[in-house]
């Protein structure tokens, strides 16, 4: 039982663990914040807004001994959601490991060995949907093996890898997607490991058993209940046949859950605590696909980073379950069901076709470096907003049952959520500072590091299992962003497919409403005598990019000229790319909390450019106060998840263009 919980700082988010663990959680899932997964310190310029708004910043081993002070890590079960740096991260865990087992006078490797818990380091689904990757594909997947084989050997309890679907539902996948490309990813990885050499054939089985999953459960309880059952049988079924695993254990399908995120509203926020139980229910009412690990989100997860009593109340609501309810006395309650087994034959169907599909194009990271699998899920999510907006898909609160009483959890906005303190950022990039200065003040220290970083290098040369280089590079004092850049140095860096120009958009022509939003569009376009053209733009470190993407594809639709140029803009790319495409407009996604940081500095380059005439907007998980403050400063219209209407969202560019231009807000329109 956990809460996904870290921020601010590493001393700030111990201080939130021991009161969780002193609640009853019974382990501990950590969130580092965005520079810390893009591999960057505290003060440089792209982790500008980030440092400590997702998560905690953790930059060298002195961060981490502060994260775990007075937690034994030898009896704790941790999960570590970090992906393109989990190596590293993993690297620092067991370094603090041992440094307690020393202090302790305890047996150093049989702490080591003891270790329990989780490094996410699924790369595949960044590319898909975080975005929070550093590398291409292929070094990427060596991190992975070389962590895979390491921990096999040195951390026999440890799951390297935690193949995530979880993103990929929020990023649009079906359940037979999620499935499929879930799947389809841990047979790059399994094959990987097994053509590394780095494990003797007769261990194989250790591997596979120690391959974890991170899913996600929808509100469609059945079917995520039938998702998961299926899971089950697909994973027995590769297991044994295509690596030949005999023991049922280590077939055994492990996974945690986070349920899901994307669904919960800002509109009327209390609903979500109803949501939250049913996707709770959808991993927990079948024995037989029962997840291993459960963590929750909390009810405000829309408006804002949860309080510690939001997060009670999640864990709570795990507790009651498992303590006060039955459900966990009888068998599987499903054995024998026709519906069900029906359902499960359906998706199990489906989901071998697909695999299939990915398969043929060469596996995984072939999909991914050539589009496919990132345009079917952008595609997906563009038809699940579609029947949102239709209201084929009801959503209790957003698109029926809108009349409401007011709501005494919301009655101060503010209050409702957890604001992390301004000067974090600039604590932490002092921080890192004196702690560079410090290290190599010292001669022995300073070529300590020298020596770590050059043979962490070479490693990544002639390759060599990066782990040894990476705990030496911990035990010195190398920074998450000195270790970074060093393997940038030698890997290179990567920009994945957006999936944007490959994917479907509005099936048919549209609806009366997109119809005249496209003839305001071309009319507008008319009276400039140029086609319009708008900005989509994702500053910072966020790589949530589903909402730029489905505004991408729904202005195209609308009869726009898009630029989208995809994730980890700096402002000035953001301002340069506004002037060199002579856009009309310039729309900024941003769903990490940095908007106060960044916004201002795009408006203060537009205006520096000549292009101070060029309305922005901005769209994200934005509190009503700091809307108010971005109009003030300029901005012209700001968005929220409760503006799910997407047609609405491009009649207001229509307006604010017009308004830019001088031209007569409104017309009639003719459809």
Known sequence: MR??????????????????????????????????????????????????????????????????????????NTSMTINATAM????????????????????????????????????????????TYVFAPGPSLRLVTDMVAYTVAEIPKWNPTNICSYHLQEAGATPVQEIAYALCTAIAVLDAVRESGQVPPERFGEVVARISFFVNAGVRFVEEMCKMRAFVQLWDELTRERYGVQDPRQRRFRYGVQVNSLGLTEAQPENNVQRIVLEMLAVTLSKDARARAVQLPAWNEALGLPRPWDQQW?????????????????????????VVEAKVAELVAQARAEIDRVQELGGAVPAVESGYMKSALVASHSLRRQRIESGEAVVVGVNRFRTTEPNPLTADLDAAIQSVDHDVESRAAAAVRLWRRRRDADEAGRRRVEHAIAALKADARNGTNLMAASLEAARAGVTTGEWAQALREEFGEFRAPTGVSGSVGVSGSGSDELLRVREDVRRTGEELGERLRVLVAKPGLDGHSNGAEQISVRARDAGFEVVYQGIRLTPDQIVAAAVAEDVHLVGISILSGSHMELVPDILAGLGEAGAGDVPVIVGGIIPDSDAQALKALGVAEVFTPKDFGLNDIMASFVSVIRAARGLQTTHPTAV
Do not use: C
Request: aromatic share 8%.
């Open 3 to 76: 809460t996904y919980a870290g921020h601010s700082s590493a001393a700030a988010s111990n201080s939130l663990y021991r009161r969780n663990l002193d609640k009853g959680q019974t382990g501990l899932s950590v969130a580092f914040d965005l520079p810390t997964q893009t591999g960057y310190d505290p003060d440089h310029p792209l982790a500008r807004g980030e440092v400590g708004k997702v998560g905690v910043p953790v930059s060298h081993i002195g961060d981490m001994r502060a994260l775990f002070d007075q937690i034994p890590l030898d009896r704790m």
């Open 88 to 131: 590293w991260l993993l690297a620092l865990y067991q370094v603090v490991a041992e440094e307690q087992a020393e202090a302790d006078g305890q047996d150093v490797r049989a702490a080591v060995r003891a270790l329990a818990g989780t490094t996410q380091n699924d790369i595949i689904k960044e590319y898909l949907s975080r975005g």
């Open 314 to 338: 999640s864990l709570r609501m795990q507790q009651v379950l498992a303590f006060e309810s039955d459900l966990l006395e009888y068998d599987d309650l499903f054995t024998g069901s026709k």
